[in-house]
């Protein structure tokens, strides 16, 4: 699994993901979600992999164990980079996903990297208190999330870039720190709450950074590319 910026392809359908994907000359890292999965199934993973594409299925996994194992385990065999699920879920459902995970992974293969989801960058702190019932700060509850996820023995969560270095001093430095919200300077935030700069992100702790609209949404998707790639390497 390579350390490029991944690209999240919040498009509703295969023709509006390859007329992105065609402007680009060189294999990327890509994120597939929920609506992009739900709309087309898993023949769309399997063709972007046949472009050369590392990808990030990103379907954050809820559910009992045993359910969440059996998900996982089919999954395994789509060949993708990097899979996660909730940290939510706890402890014995993390197990369960990478018991799946390695299950299902083909033979002389190597496993996807599986992470968890701890906070929605989405998610203020308010929200978290008074919607979640969760009495701490934002920044502990991350925490937690992450000291449970390592110990369920997952390679990484997805955080805000916020929580990136404190994960990295309590988690190591090769524990995944997975952060979307990423937006240019001076661009729109969107729906995300807890953003940062690509050069800011890599500063601040995080392994990988997730970019959607900066770059979907450019009036030159390449250069934008580039420009992010370029701010991301150059700390």
């Given at each position: 699994?390579?350390?490029?910026?991944?690209?999240?392809?919040?498009?509703?359908s295969?023709?509006e993901v390859?007329g992105?994907?065609?402007?680009?000359?060189?294999?990327?890292?890509?994120?597939?979600?929920?609506?992009?999965?739900?709309?087309?199934?898993?023949?769309?993973?399997?063709?972007i992999?046949?472009?050369?594409?590392?990808?990030?299925?990103?379907?954050?996994?809820?559910?009992?164990?045993?359910?969440?194992?059996?998900?996982?385990?089919?999954?395994a065999?789509?060949?993708?980079?990097?899979?996660?699920?909730?940290?939510?879920?706890?402890i014995?459902?993390?197990?369960?996903?990478?018991e799946g995970?390695?299950?299902?992974?083909?033979?002389?293969?190597?496993?996807?990297?599986?992470?968890?989801?701890?906070?929605?960058?989405?998610?203020?702190?308010?929200?978290?208190?008074?919607?979640?019932?969760?009495?701490?700060?934002?920044?502990?509850?991350?925490?937690?999330?992450?000291?449970?996820?390592?110990k369920?023995?997952?390679?990484?969560?997805?955080?805000?870039?916020?929580?990136?270095?404190?994960?990295?001093?309590?988690?190591?430095?090769?524990?995944?720190?997975?952060?979307?919200?990423?937006?240019?300077?001076?661009?729109?935030?969107?729906?995300?709450?807890?953003?940062?700069?690509?050069?800011?992100?890599?500063?601040?702790?995080?392994?990988?950074?997730?970019?959607?609209?900066?770059?979907?949404?450019?009036?030159?998707?390449?250069?934008?590319?580039?420009?992010?790639?370029?701010?991301?390497?150059?700390?």
């Open positions: 699994m390579n350390n490029k910026p991944i690209i999240a392809l919040d498009f509703p295969e023709k390859f992105f994907l065609n402007h680009f000359e060189e294999p990327l890292f890509v994120k597939v979600g929920m609506e992009l999965y739900l709309q087309e199934g898993p023949a769309i993973v399997e063709k992999k046949g472009q050369g594409h590392d990808i990030f299925l990103d379907l954050k996994l809820h559910d009992i164990p045993n359910t969440v194992k059996s998900a996982m385990k089919g999954l065999r789509l060949g993708v980079d990097l899979v996660n699920v909730h940290a939510a879920g706890g014995q459902m993390m197990e369960g996903a990478l995970l390695e299950a299902g992974t083909p033979s002389g293969r190597s496993r996807a990297a599986l992470i968890a989801v701890t906070q929605l960058t989405s998610t203020t702190e308010q929200q978290m208190q008074e919607e979640q019932n969760i009495q701490l700060s934002l920044i502990d509850s991350v925490l937690h999330y992450a000291q449970i996820t390592k369920a023995g997952l390679d990484g969560v997805v955080c805000s870039v916020h929580e990136a270095e404190a994960i990295r001093d309590i988690c190591g430095n090769d524990f995944l720190r997975v952060t979307p919200g990423i937006r240019m300077a001076g661009g729109d935030s969107h729906d995300q709450k807890r953003i940062a700069t690509p050069d800011g992100a890599r500063s601040d702790g995080s392994s990988l950074i997730v970019v959607g609209r900066a770059i979907t949404k450019a009036e030159n998707p390449v250069e934008a590319y580039k420009r992010v790639v370029q701010l991301w390497e150059e700390n």
